[in-house]
T-cell receptor, first 112, second 115 residues
Framework: KNQVEQSPQSLIILEGKNCTLQCNYTVSPFSNLRWYKQDTGRGPVSLTIMTFSENTKSNGRYTATLDADTKQSSLHITASQLSDSASYICVVTSKGTDKLIFGTGTRLQVFP | DTAVSQTPKYLVTQMGNDKSIKCEQNLGHDTMYWYKQDSKKFLKIMFSYNNKELIINETVPNRFSPKSPDKAHLNLHINSLELGDSAVYFC??????????????FGPGTRLTVT
C-alpha cells in the first residue's frame, strides 16, 4: 500500500534554532517528492520538488534531501524564524498513475 | 494580483442543502484541482481537470460535481450536503497534465461547515 509517513507529528523549537523534519514513503514506482508549507488558514505553498536523481535541493533556509534507495526525505530548516511556524507536508507522486500521496504533516511551532 | 482565488472563504449551511464553491486562476495554467482537507489536516485530491476535461476523479460521492466552464475556472457543486462534508476545500492549478506535472499553486481554501 502506498503510504507517506511524517515525523514528528509536532515540534516546538526556539527562534534561531535548526530543525529537521522526516518523511518516509512506500510509494512505488516513484515520480517525485514535494515539500509544502501550510500556514494556519492558508493554502499549501510549495517549497521544493525533487525527482529520483536529485539528492538535495535548497530554497533559502529550507534544504530538502532525498534518498530514493531508502525511500526517505528530510526537510532541514536553518536559523528558524517565527514565520516558520506552520504545518509541513510531504507529498509523493506515484509514477504512471500520477497519484499524489499526502503525508499528514508535521506541525512546527517556533517560539521567541 | 491573486493567483488562485476561491469564493466563498467561509460557508455555513444545513444538511440537505446544495451549495457551490468557485475557483479561478489567472496564472494561465492548463490543469486545475480540487482537494479536501479534513479536521486532521489530511489533504486528499478529489478531482483534476486539464483543459476543461476531467482527468482524475478519485472515489468521491457523486453528490460532488465539478464543472469547468473554461481553463481558468473550476467550480465545485455539492448536492444534498452531509455532516461529513464539513472540511476545508482547496483549489489548485499547475502547468502540465497529471499530478506529476509542474508545481501546484493553491487557493486560500473554503471552510465548509454543515450543521
Amino acid at each position: 500500500k502506498n503510504q507517506v509517513e511524517q515525523s514528528p507529528q509536532s515540534l516546538i523549537i526556539l527562534e534561531g534554532k535548526n530543525c529537521t523534519l522526516q518523511c518516509n514513503y512506500t510509494v512505488s514506482p516513484f515520480s517525485n517528492l514535494r515539500w509544502y508549507k501550510q500556514d494556519t488558514g492558508r493554502g499549501p505553498v510549495s517549497l521544493t520538488i525533487m525527482t529520483f536523481s536529485e539528492n538535495t535541493k535548497s530554497n533559502g533556509r529550507y534544504t530538502a534531501t532525498l534518498d530514493a534507495d531508502t525511500k526517505q526525505s528530510s526537510l532541514h530548516i536553518t536559523a528558524s524564524q517565527l514565520s516558520d511556524s506552520a504545518s509541513y507536508i510531504c507529498v509523493v507522486t506515484s509514477k504512471g498513475t500520477d497519484k499524489l500521496i499526502f503525508g499528514t504533516g508535521t506541525r512546527l511551532q517556533v517560539f521567541p | 494580483d491573486t493567483a488562485v482565488s476561491q469564493t466563498p472563504k467561509y460557508l455555513v449551511t444545513q444538511m440537505g442543502n446544495d451549495k457551490s464553491i468557485k475557483c479561478e486562476q489567472n496564472l494561465g495554467h492548463d490543469t486545475m484541482y480540487w482537494y479536501k482537507q479534513d479536521s486532521k489536516k489530511f489533504l486528499k485530491i478529489m478531482f483534476s481537470y486539464n483543459n476543461k476535461e476531467l482527468i482524475i476523479n478519485e472515489t468521491v460521492p457523486n453528490r460532488f460535481s465539478p464543472k469547468s466552464p473554461d481553463k481558468a475556472h473550476l467550480n465545485l457543486h455539492i448536492n444534498s450536503l452531509e455532516l461529513g462534508d464539513s472540511a476545508v476545500y482547496f483549489c489548485a492549478s499547475s502547468y502540465g497534465e497529471g499530478l506529476a506535472g509542474g508545481e501546484q499553486y493553491f487557493g486560500p481554501g473554503t471552510r465548509l461547515t454543515v450543521t
